[in-house]
C-alpha cells in the first residue's frame, strides 16, 4: 500500500504526530508537509492522511495565519507550506480513500476534520476510517504524553483497514 499523510503545522505538533502515523502504516508511508505533498508526490496513493491544527475553533484559514504572524508575542510559526486549506483546494482527483486528523487543546469547541473530510472527499478519497484529534497541553503545545504512541498506533490500525 502507497500511502502519504500530509500535514500543515506552524509549531511542529502536528508534524510530529504525522511522522508518528506514517511510522505506524510502515514502510510504504511517508510523512510530507503541504508543500512536499505535490501532485505527482500523491499520484496513486491509496491511503491519503491529512492533518492540521484547530485554530480559533477551525482549520486555519489565511487570516489567522496573518494574523499568528503578525502576533509579536507568538513564538514563530512555520507559514512557509501552502495552508492545508489551500492544498485540499488543488487537490488532483484520485481514487484512494482517506483519514483526517487534528491536533487542539482538549476543551475546544469547533475543529478541523470536518473541513478536511470534505476536501478529501471532493477530490475522490473517500474516508477509510473515522477522524481522529491529538492533543497538546497549551496553546503552542507540547503535544500530551503519549500522543505520539496513539498516533502511532492509529497509523497501525489504518494499515489493517485498508487491508
Ligand atoms: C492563535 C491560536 C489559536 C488556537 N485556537 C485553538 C482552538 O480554537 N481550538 C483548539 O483546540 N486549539 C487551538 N489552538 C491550539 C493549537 O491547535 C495547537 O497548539 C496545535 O497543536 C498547533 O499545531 P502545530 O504546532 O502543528 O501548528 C490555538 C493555538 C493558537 C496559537
Redesign the pocket.
Known amino acids: 500500500m502507497k500511502a502519504v499523510v500530509v500535514?500543515?503545522?506552524?509549531?511542529?505538533?502536528?508534524?510530529a504526530i504525522a511522522r508518528a502515523i506514517a511510522e505506524g502504516i510502515g514502510p510504504g508511508a511517508r510523512a510530507l508537509s503541504t508543500a512536499e505533498a505535490t501532485a505527482e508526490a500523491i499520484a496513486a496513493v491509496d491511503l491519503i492522511v491529512a492533518g492540521a491544527?484547530?485554530?480559533?475553533?477551525?482549520l486555519p484559514t489565511d487570516r489567522?495565519r496573518e494574523s499568528?504572524r503578525s502576533d509579536p508575542k507568538?513564538p514563530p510559526?512555520d507559514l512557509s507550506a501552502p495552508s492545508m486549506r489551500s492544498w485540499l483546494d488543488t487537490l488532483p482527483a484520485g481514487h484512494g480513500r482517506s483519514a483526517a486528523f487534528e491536533?487542539?487543546?482538549w476543551w475546544?469547541p469547533?475543529g478541523s476534520t470536518g473541513a478536511i473530510t470534505k476536501g478529501l472527499e471532493r477530490a475522490g478519497y473517500p474516508e477509510a476510517a473515522k477522524e481522529r484529534k491529538f492533543v497538546?497541553r497549551?496553546?503552542?503545545?507540547p503535544l500530551r504524553d503519549g500522543e505520539i504512541e496513539r498516533a502511532r498506533a492509529w497509523g497501525a490500525e489504518l494499515a489493517r483497514a485498508m487491508g
Open positions: 500535514y500543515e503545522s506552524l509549531w511542529g505538533n502536528t508534524a491544527p484547530v485554530i480559533a475553533f477551525n489567522m499568528v507568538a510559526a491536533t487542539r487543546i475546544s469547533g497538546v497549551g496553546k503552542y503545545g
